[in-house]
């Protein structure tokens, strides 16, 4: 079965940046979408980035512009480099991945905070 690891998340002060990391235990082609998703407490957990398995990306509207998703074939890896951070973005980033069913990361947390 395949699994994904998250790493990269930490604590950050308003406007700076974080560039956190999924690695898959098999190839990250055959996955129909893969990306980042977020839930902070006491909220629903939301979509914040992926590719979207019809060849683009999709982003959540707040983070347009500041966040970037990438991949790295190769190494079996999608990251995501989050820029000019906001309070609001601190949550738990969860990796996500779809084959004929959903696969999660354990998630990562991101804190931002002064």
């Known amino acids: 079965q395949v699994q994904l690891m998250e790493s990269g998340g930490g604590l950050v002060q308003p406007g700076g940046s974080l560039r956190l990391s999924c690695v898959a235990s098999g190839s990250i082609r055959q996955f129909n979408a893969m990306g980042w998703y977020r839930q902070a407490p006491g909220k629903q957990r939301e979509l914040v980035a992926v590719?979207?398995?019809?060849?683009?990306?999709d982003y959540h509207d707040s983070v347009m512009g500041r966040f970037l998703i990438s991949r790295d074939n190769a190494k079996n890896t999608v990251y995501l480099q989050m820029n000019n951070l906001k309070l609001d973005d601190t949550a738990v980033y969860y990796c996500n991945a779809v084959l004929y069913y959903a696969i999660w990361g354990q998630g990562t947390q991101v804190t931002v905070s002064s």
């Open positions: 590719f979207n398995g019809r060849g683009g990306t």
